[in-house]
């Protein structure tokens, strides 16, 4: 017998008629043998209702009381599931995080999980029920209040929670039939990827993928724990990401190429004309750090002998440009540097795959697909399996057609199917 | 500095605009230099849509995730409210029953609290903190699970809480500005009552008087908790209910009749030819016991010397007919009666006054009363304090305002204010 944990999005749970269809999915489960934990993310749009009622009372409500409201989606939707499952004659129990024993530190609105200690889901497995519990929340190890888990939350959890039930595999249920070479809506021709590995994963995540949050695999990296992403709305097998996806591969050899990430959020950031010295590059990303702007790419170019002045440049998320802009102009007379430019369109393509590390043409036939689409790259930053460029905003769907066709990733024919939105 | 206990209900916080508006009244609580611990209610309409909710996945759903659910509503409304005090530049904390410390039983959708253990509402209130509980819910000993009280449950909450926490006073918003001798809809001559005593406003309760609930009521007389009823929309003085109503009272003689309370949700059963032998009432009203129904009203008929056989009435909430009816002809045989006889077209109307005691005429002057209103009388019961009558249904509005009058209740204008709907 299998310990199963399943984790349903909010689009999975969007309405009735999509919980009864995901009670079954669980019954079905249960009935082939399975222990079975299911973490649940609030129904649709539950979440930015709550949000919007937030705004009305307050501009900048307090974290503790923000995380109090939003926690109030996953218990609608983890009692209604219990519910539809005990109308299908199962015995099914909801917790929420706390109950769960998601233990978090007091960092309200993106807690870490400290600890897991799901002594009352080990109980209720054990006495052969369904264990339903709310995604995306905990409770403080030192307050005692309700946390959220922020970004990926959900998924988070799921992981977390099968890690500590040693559980064979956290399946995460999604509404696209697994992980793509490239977000179908781009390439239509993207493949499923049938496995995966959780470095080409993180790197998809953090390059753009959507499908799968950062943290959520490295947690699984860590506890090397299987992560199966599939569709609820089918059966079909979805995307393995584990540790050596090739042990059970009947491929001869592994993809150079295992997809093409891409990312819009992104804005660039130049500083122009920083006087060449030792130590103002360190001063404006210390500036940087100090309002907790997390920086992406970073490239300095070659000092003007004339002037002794250079220019860097650096991508962030976009929504911290007017934040990174008003710390940077504090300092700019202590540094000296000239002025500050803001560039929101430009888009990040990324290439990863683990095959690249004994393939070392892989950047030439990239940058003469891109060149051969025309389009110009403005930046480069590359790890030991990923390579990425920065372009313009609009020029990025064709980047990532050009780069995914080099690569001989087409497939003969569209498998991509994409059912509905996007849960948390 | 008092410790001041308010409960605000459902049609008080019933959108963003209701919340901010009760958000200042705290405030002000507050800043008048008294410690405030508030109670809140779901918004609105909240309940009703996630019981629809429930009904949709489930025509049946289990007591433990009914509760679970319903206890989403309290949760939303008292972080908006927390936030709406914050935004005001005070601090606020709320809490879910089961951090507010209220223990109940495992009686799932209508637990009882069997103690209340308000640590960390006192902690918060010694850090100067306007506490926010949700009303309604708690959790059970045994169990460890999230339960809800029922019918009454957030006045409950409140006295409990201000029982625990020796408040000053509880303080019950609501949609009107007190508790008035007759239904302001049906008597528009209705007069406030300025204190009652916990007896009569028992007594109200139990009659149909729907401000505050029998339960609250009598936790409060157990306590000798003073409750204030009062406008959420005023800042009138509204009704104190109270121990000994008169001693601060500037009347020479307390009034003989407080208040007319009437009740439509009530309906007769009469059980027709039941053999007069000793131990058939006994046997009739066992049965409607262990079916768990609660019976009001009993009149049994004079037994007719011919055929040694008498008639039964009983009275019980009209909700309740059906199980009723079905668990008495399952004994039918057994007990040998003709037939059943189900009334749903009656109400009941009461006088409640602790000056009935030492004035014996009241009754006469009641009857008398509806005599001349053409009102007729179909059962009787009367207690210390109280006359109920069980008159046709559409003769209530009728009884009620004869004996209005003649006690000479009616004001000489009309006091009362109906400004919105009702909470839970």
Known sequence: MALVVQKYGGSSVADASCIKRVAQRIVATKKAGNDVVVVVSAMGD????????????????????????????????????????ANLGHEARSFTGSQAGVITDSTHGKARIIDVTPGRLREAVDLGHIAIVAGFQGVSQNTKDITTLGRGGSDTTAVALAAALEADVCEIYTDVDGVFTADPRVVP?????????????????????????????????RFDL???????????????????????????????????????????ITVVGVPDKVGEAATIFKTL??????????????????????????????????????????????????????????????LIGAGMRSHPGVTATFFA????????????????????????????????????????????????VVYGGTGR
């Open 46 to 85: 539950t979440t930015d209702e709550l949000l919007d009622l937030a705004q009305q009372v307050s501009p900048l409500p307090p974290g503790r009381e923000l995380d109090m409201l939003l926690t109030a989606g996953e218990r609608i939707s983890m009692a209604l599931l219990a519910m539809a499952i």
């Open 189 to 221: 021709a993207a493949r499923k990827i049938d496995r995966i590995s959780y470095e080409e994963m993180m790197e998809m995540a953090a390059c753009g993928s959507k499908i799968l949050h950062l943290r959520c695999v490295e947690y699984a990296r």
């Open 226 to 268: 299987p992560i199966h992403v599939r569709s609820s709305f089918s059966t079909k097998e979805g995307t393995w990401v584990v540790s050596d996806p090739d042990s059970e591969g009947t491929e001869m050899e592994q993809p150079i190429i295992s997809g093409v990430a891409h990312d819009r959020s992104e804005a660039k």
């Open 289 to 350: 750090a100090d309002a907790e702007i997390n920086i992406d790419m970073i490239v300095q170019n070659v000092s003007a002998a004339a002037t002794g002045r250079t220019d860097i440049s650096f991508t962030l998320p976009t929504s911290d440009g007017p934040t990174a802009l008003s710390a940077l102009k504090k300092v700019q007379d202590r540094i000296g540097f000239e002025s500050l430019q803001f560039d929101d369109q430009i888009g990040k393509v990324s």
């Open 369 to 416: 697909a891109l060149a051969d689409a025309g389009v110009n790259i403005e930046m480069i930053s590359t790890s030991e399996i990923r390579i990425s460029v920065i372009v313009g905003q609009d020029e990025v769907d064709a980047a990532v057609s050009a780069a995914h066709r080099a690569f001989d990733l087409d497939a003969d024919q569209v498998e991509a």
